[in-house]
């Protein structure tokens, strides 16, 4: 809760505090008061004719003290429903206000995904032209994939974000790597049945791509990556026929662990919540405490469309956002999110 919200609540507690020991004070006085006005009218009564015209104004002491008790009761009454109502509607203005900052906080998670992602996907289409790999695949003698091999490894050498890049022919054979020394089974490993691969192979022109689900990978040591792939082309031509497919694996765990660790959280928030990104099928593709990679499903109501919030099953306040995009990439249906107990 916002600084603004505790405010308020302590305003509301207070304000019922005061004016409950205010109205306590009142109906004791009230009470004295109808004690003695009853003393007196004992006494009025001793004294006999004497007595009369005391008796009377002990009378109307006592009827004033039944109706000063009567409008006390009422005031008591009304105070706490007010209060009471005051504090609904100061908890709903809150709730929505922080709901949409938890929104906006996802929205910002996922924008960033999409503006790395995006540098990708230039990538691998800027490198699909190079002329080491245009010349590996249209003839991937050894020397020829020896020198796309230290070509790809000095490429790796100044964009630390990936594990590896690949090259594969036509038929899904890896005839190389950037880094066969870390990852010597890449190299003659066969991705014809991946489905990045056979996207990627049928793609129209150079200037499109493909991206697979975020996955672990076995031949980069089991590390879960994201998949860019694009066909390399006869000749590093746009329009050139596909004569193989280059694929590049961000190294995915680091980097979306910076995003969902660095969202800017008030203090105290950040013990009680946690960030997600969901792939489009709301499966957990990183988490700011770490569980649930690729294993949780977490599932989302979107009542409020593309962006929102909620309480969900569990009392937790729901913020979330579908991927935007950026520039030429349209995203992949991801989503930004936030749990956070109440």
């Known amino acids: 809760m916002s600084m603004a919200g505790t405010d308020l609540f302590e305003l509301s507690r207070g304000v019922l505090d005061v004016a409950s020991k205010k109205v306590s004070l009142i109906e004791d006085i009230t009470r004295r008061t109808k004690m003695l006005a009853m ?26 003290s039944t109706q000063v008790n009567s409008i006390t009761k009422e005031l008591r009454s009304e105070i706490v429903a007010r209060v009471d109502h005051l504090t609904t509607t100061g908890s709903a203005m809150v709730q929505e206000m922080h709901g949409k900052r938890l929104a906006d906080l996802s929205l910002n ?48 050498e100044s964009y630390t974000v990936y594990l590896d890049l690949w090259i594969a022919d036509r038929n899904g054979n890896v005839i190389a790597n950037g880094r066969p020394d870390r990852y010597p089974g890449a190299r003659g490993a066969n991705v014809s049945d991946e ?18 689900d975020v996955a672990r990978n076995r031949s980069l040591d089991d590390r879960v990556v994201a998949t860019y792939a694009t066909a390399i082309r006869r000749n590093g031509d746009t329009d050139g026929d596909p ?100």
């Open 39 to 64: 003393n007196a009218l004992i006494e009025a009564a001793r004294a006999g004719d004497a007595g009369r015209g005391f008796a009377v104004v002990a009378n109307e002491v006592s009827e004033i």
């Open 109 to 156: 998670m996922i924008e960033i995904i999409d503006r790395n992602l995006y540098e990708r996907s230039c990538d691998v289409r800027w490198w699909a032209t190079d002329s080491a790999v245009v010349d590996c695949a249209a003839d991937p003698g050894e020397e020829a994939r020896r020198h796309a091999s230290r070509r790809l490894g000095v490429i790796l």
């Open 195 to 212: 489905l990045w691969f056979r996207q990627a192979l049928a793609t129209r022109n150079g200037g499109e791509f493909t991206v697979g």
């Open 243 to 342: 004569i193989g497919v280059l694929g590049i694996f961000f190294d995915w765990e680091p980097q979306a662990a910076a995003v969902v660790e660095g969202v800017r959280l008030e203090a105290g928030e950040r013990e009680k919540s946690r960030c997600l990104l969901l792939d489009a099928r709301h499966r957990v593709i990183a988490s700011s405490d770490g569980r649930g990679m690729l294993t949780e499903t977490v599932p989302l109501k979107r009542n409020a469309g593309t962006m929102g919030h909620y309480i969900d099953e569990k009392g937790r306040l729901v913020g979330y956002a579908l991927t935007p995009g950026y520039e030429t990439y349209k995203g992949l249906g991801w989503y930004g999110v936030i749990l956070q107990e109440r």
